[in-house]
């Protein structure tokens, strides 16, 4: 790797003179200097949009929309796949084994993105930890980016989503997005990946594991991770008894392939990532992978349009003092929320006439 | 009980003319006749009006509107007290058991509401089930109310709000909420109540209970359930377990008490229903029962008003088939969905003025 500020995705070559030149001073690139890096490989330009896409701050809104429509014509050419698994059950150490091997065809480029919802009670891990997967983060072809810090989850999945797409504009074939196993969040990652890998230990019953029914029922495939040394035949075990255990599970498709696999010594990775491209290829075949787009587009849609909505109505000028007002007379008892919200209704309709609210 | 199709709630004597009429054919009241009937204390009246609050019927929602705004005087003079548990720790025979005591109290009134959540993927399970309070429910005295089968949590939490402010319009001074201890709909009841009751079993882990680690920190007060016989020396040592686990769950206020009881024997119920009670009253005092509501009130008024401008935005007329042209551009992948919502909002923008989508 060369000593460069001005990291390039492979493929377009960095000017001798550029890579040479001190840094110079980070500027807000505008869209189009953003959305013109991207599509000649800076990392620096899509580290950048990345900050952009994920900023909640006003003045970035109508930049980060400018951005995607620009590129959009380099989006959805890639393979998405969700990885998840309780802590613990070695997902960083496998995306990174599973980078190596990606890596090995010289046309790959691989992104690693995470979400990781923080409850409303309890904080999230950390995941995309870059210190976790050291190689691939210093790899020029691979694009490793920590969980952003944000509120809810729906926040999380649909700044993931632009995320992804910038991740494809920049080139990179296979998308990983990895999460955590406890549930919510695979719901928000299910709509988001082509292919859903679910990591399990050996040698503990799921419940043990924490993961939940519905986890393993949105699982497409499924890898038995640490199986080495005396874990070797604890995880041939496992294997079967989770093969057993899917067929107590109703799913519609095609049955649930269940590998084992070492990070430490290497083997199985090929199988595991044999099942994905083999779920994935399949998937085109049926139809079904245009199919899972489609539905999650429409989602996406829908989920989109609804936080607009909301955004703009509450953002109306005068409204925030009248809905504080509402709120200080609904504390203090002297209206119930219902008629609060008749009277915010009154003085901001949504569609132009008044009607009382009904819900 | 009189054999009588207008059962009435104690204090008003159903006239013995109407008590002996055959049942009149069932017609939709007025929002005026039903909260006359209400204050009248009708249980036929009341259910009907939970019917009318539950129903998503487009014509149904004014009447509801009106009907809640015709007995907001009558709100809020209740204890609302939730209790939760994994399935199977005897929710349903305790509540039974708790309303028997409170019904000694010849001037209590008691109603049972379950809030119900149906998960994405697997369907909730039956609470609130008139056949497990079998006494109970006919008592005239009590009100037991099944959970409404409803999509969404929020939904579910929202319209039972205004279930409990129609159980305390038809005079309940008691309002008992059961759900099951699966961690997310607590979230939704710790919104609706003023105490919160958690259930557990002796001799259990709560990992293998279940419980969430969330779910305790909400607790205002624990019950170790079925102590009794071989049961009550392990209830105990439960009971030791819990306290000290509360130790480490970082918890604002007063240390939560636990107690141990039994259905079956009816030992410690009232111990248990006297933690509740302590609870309210010592929460009236500090002014904590008060604020509480206030902030229930707050974020009740927000969730409101949330759903009603989504709902007045997809209503417009029209609305529906531009949305679902553009729906079907971004399943066929001609479109990306923030294009595709950038051409809705340009047709039906929210307030007046058309901005570009930049979420």
Redesign the interface.
């Known amino acids: 790797m060369e000593p460069s500020s001005l990291v390039v995705l492979p493929g377009i070559e960095a000017p001798a003179t550029l890579a040479r030149r001190p840094p110079p001073p980070r500027r807000s690139l505008s869209p189009a200097e953003l959305a013109a890096g991207i599509r000649a490989g800076s990392r620096s330009s899509l580290s950048q949009a990345i900050s952009l896409v994920e900023s909640s701050r006003e003045s970035d809104?109508?930049r980060?929309?400018?951005l995607?429509?620009l590129l959009?014509d380099r989006?959805?050419d890639s393979v998405r796949v969700g990885i998840t698994g309780v802590p613990g059950v070695g997902k960083s150490t496998l995306i990174e084994a599973l980078g190596r091997l990606l890596l090995e065809d010289p046309t790959e480029r691989v992104a690693v993105l995470a979400v990781d919802p923080s409850?409303?009670?309890?904080k999230g891990s950390i995941l995309g930890d870059k210190s976790r997967m050291g190689w691939l983060s210093s790899q020029d072809r691979a694009y490793v980016r920590p969980s952003p810090s944000r509120g809810s989850l729906g926040g999380v999945a649909?700044r993931t989503r632009e995320v992804i797409?910038l991740c494809e504009a920049a080139g990179c074939r296979t998308i990983i997005v990895e999460t955590v196993g406890v549930g919510q969040s695979e719901?928000a990652v299910e709509g988001l990946v082509d292919c859903f890998l679910l990591l399990m230990l050996a040698g503990a019953g799921d419940?043990?594991q924490?993961i939940k029914?519905?986890v393993i029922?949105?699982a497409d495939a499924i890898a038995i991770t640490k199986a080495d040394g005396d874990n070797l035949v604890k995880a041939k075990v496992a294997r079967q008894m989770v093969l057993n255990a899917l067929h107590m599970v109703a799913r519609k498709g095609p049955e649930v392939p269940v590998a084992i696999c070492s990070s430490a010594t290497g083997e199985g990775l090929q199988e595991v990532w044999g099942l994905v491209r083999e779920f994935v290829d399949r998937a085109k075949r049926t139809g079904d992978f245009?199919a899972r787009?489609?539905?999650q587009?429409?989602r996406?849609?829908?989920q989109?349009?609804?936080?607009?909505?909301?955004?703009?109505?509450y953002?109306?000028p005068g409204l925030e003092a009248v809905?504080a007002a509402?709120?200080h007379e609904?504390?203090?008892?002297a209206l119930?929320?219902?008629?609060?919200?008749e009277i915010?209704?009154r003085r901001f309709?949504?569609?132009?006439g008044y009607?009382?609210?009904?819900?």
């Open positions: 809104r109508a980060s929309a400018e995607l429509r959009a989006m959805g409850s409303p009670l309890t649909s797409q719901v419940e043990v924490g029914k519905g029922e949105m245009e787009r489609a539905r587009g429409s996406w849609l829908r989109m349009m609804d936080e607009e909505v909301l955004d703009r109505y953002r109306q809905l509402a709120t609904v504390e203090r008892g119930t929320p219902r008629m609060a919200a915010v209704f309709p949504v569609d132009g009607h009382p609210p009904s819900t």
